[in-house]
């Protein structure tokens, strides 16, 4: 685990904005939240430019019908253009640059709500491993179960909850269907250790720059090292520390792409009392150094990201 310190209580504030809905402060999200508004409503008035920013609880659908643009997600920028499904997990930090009058469809479904339904059906793990374009052949099919669920969440009719979720799993298999793929699907596990692990990376998220080991965790979860390493093994595959480590160099690509801190700057914002020993410790986990990793990165248009406030 590497060496470091609490510095600054800002410390704890990540690089880049995270919203409830884009440009609302945040806020709980309830479990079975579902959100769906037409893509012009949040785009036209920042004109067609949405910064990046994340969601810590929510996942999007967009449904593109016309138009195109180029998405941000973390480090990496892809070409989109209609007809096509854009994908982007909870916690992904996201940002859009559209052509001018673009339209679609953008849904929203808490990330409590999308593990409940990955229990049911594991394969929808696949459409939010990681963020994705996927082309349509023909938006409408999907635009049209969009529609049937805009009904019905203004709908009093009986069994609105049970059409709300049928309509949604029928957008999902749609998305699946049509070649949504990444690398590798995620571990979707019910049970004890699933839960443990589900909060444990929940405390990380929240405290993921402070000098807490594992038995710190452990203890604040109310359970033993030996136990949280077990259900972390089980479920992700991964050690406690690695978990740690990994949100914490995810932090760090943030600040290097989306931030205007030197490298020793980044380095004491993660809380590390030692600017090379944060530079060795990213170089062994990415096989690049800092430094590299921005240069590579230079390409993405940072004048849609926000700076960090001085």
Aim: proline residues 7%; hydrophobic residues 45%; glycine residues 6%.
């Amino acid at each position: 685990m590497p060496h470091i310190i609490a510095r600054r209580s800002r410390a704890h504030r990540s690089v880049v904005p995270s919203f409830f809905l884009y440009g609302e402060s945040p806020r709980a999200v309830p479990d079975r939240f579902l959100h769906l508004e037409a893509l012009d409503n949040r785009c036209r008035p920042s004109h067609w430019n949405i910064r990046a920013h994340a969601h810590a609880d929510l996942s999007h659908v967009f449904l593109i019908d016309t138009g195109a643009g180029e998405m941000f997600s973390e480090a990496q920028a892809v070409e989109f253009a209609a007809p096509c499904l854009l994908l982007v997990p909870a916690g992904v930090v996201h940002g859009f640059l559209y052509e001018p009058e673009t339209t679609g469809t953008v849904l929203t479904l808490a990330a409590a709500y999308l593990r409940e339904l990955m229990c049911r059906e594991s394969s929808f793990a696949a459409l939010f491993a990681a963020p994705a374009c996927v082309p349509l052949a023909d938006a409408g099919p999907i635009g049209e179960s969009l529609a049937r669920l805009s009904r019905e969440l203004v709908s009093i009719a009986p069994a609105r909850a049970a059409a709300i979720e049928a309509h949604l799993l029928a957008i999902l298999v749609a998305a699946l269907r049509v070649g949504a793929a990444p690398a590798a699907p995620l571990t979707i596990r019910e049970g004890p250790a699933g839960r443990l692990v589900e909060r444990f990376r929940d405390t990380i998220e929240r405290d993921y720059l402070s000098r807490r080991d594992v038995d710190a965790y452990a203890a604040a979860l109310g359970v033993s090292a030996g136990r949280l390493r077990r259900a972390c093994q089980a479920v992700s595959g991964c050690s406690p520390i690695r978990l740690i480590q990994d949100r914490l160099l995810r932090e760090a690509k943030r600040a290097l792409v989306y931030s205007n801190m030197t490298i020793a700057q980044t380095a004491y914002y993660l809380g590390f009392d030692d600017p090379a020993y944060f530079s060795r410790f990213f170089s062994k986990r990415e096989r690049l150094s800092p430094r590299a990793f921005r240069a590579h990165r230079i390409g993405l248009p940072r004048e849609h990201f926000e700076p960090l406030p001085q």
